[in-house]
T-cell receptor, first 115, second 114 residues
Framework: DAGITQSPRHKVTETGTPVTLRCHQT?????MYWYRQDPGHGLRLIHY???????DKGEVSDGYSVSRSKTEDFLLTLESATSSQTSVYFC??????????????FGQGTRLTVV | AQKVTQAQTEISVVEKEDVTLDCVYE???????LFWYKQPPSGELVFLIR??????QNEISGRYSWNFQKSTSSFNFTITASQVVDSAVYFC???????????FGEGTQLTVNP
């Protein structure tokens, strides 16, 4: 257990509304990531953070924004939700030290449905 | 560019059979990391193993074993004496030293029947 909590675990929202997903970690990890999981695509990186207020885009970042104002929280916002953003969202943290410092642990996932 | 291929979309075995899940990867990095994750029906992603590219020793953990072969760019996962609780989707993943993200394969759905 890497001390990662995602909220909410399930959400249904309407097209065009903003949605924010939260990832909370308790172990002071510097790096945090948001992935989405879709059938036929495995997991794809949306955004990641390498420190407070330091974020960068992943491979599927369009339509998403992130914020990290505290080490423990990494927020993912869908600015105007679309049906194509219906997915399961996973937060991950980077663990290990030195050469082994690479992400390995995921949160429980958030199932988001956009109707 | 990085790529992970899990050619087996679905595998079905009977309990106590041994099963091997294949993973083939592509990367230009000379230093990289390979992972296996298990995703049971409950949906969470469970970390199983992480290996470095400079360590080709095979690893065994209980009924699980991993065969890492750089020459064939493969990192296969074997479950010995499979059990119903092993039923899950298994993902292989790769992270190069020059990249910022994990690249996942599409997963293999393993069903172990009693």
């Amino acid at each position: 257990d890497a001390g990662i909590t995602q909220s909410p675990r399930h959400k249904v929202t309407e097209t065009g509304t903003p949605v924010t997903l939260r990832c909370h970690q308790t172990e002071n990890h510097r790096y945090m990531y948001w992935y989405r999981q879709d059938p036929g695509h495995g997991l794809r990186l949306i955004h990641y953070s390498y420190g407070v207020k330091d974020t960068d885009k992943g491979e599927v970042s369009d339509g998403y924004s992130v914020s990290r104002s505290k080490t423990e929280d990494f927020l993912l916002t869908l600015e105007s939700a679309t049906s194509s953003q219906t997915s399961v969202y996973f937060c991950a943290i980077r663990s290990g030290t030195g050469f082994m410092n690479t992400e390995a642990f995921f949160g429980q996932g958030t199932r988001l449905t956009v109707v | 560019a990085q790529k992970v291929t899990q050619a087996q979309t679905e595998i079905s075995v009977v309990e106590k059979e041994d099963v091997t899940l294949d993973c083939v990867y592509e990367t230009r990095d000379t230093t990289y990391y390979l992972f296996w994750y298990k995703q049971p029906p409950s949906g969470e992603l469970v970390f199983l193993i992480r290996r470095n590219s400079f360590d080709e020793q095979n690893e065994i953990s209980g009924r699980y074993s991993w065969n890492f072969q750089k020459s064939t760019s493969s990192f296969n996962f074997t479950i010995t004496a499979s059990q119903v609780v092993d039923s899950a989707v298994y993902f292989c993943a790769l992270k190069g030293s020059s990249g910022s993200r994990l690249t996942f394969g599409e997963g293999t759905q393993l069903t172990v029947n009693p």
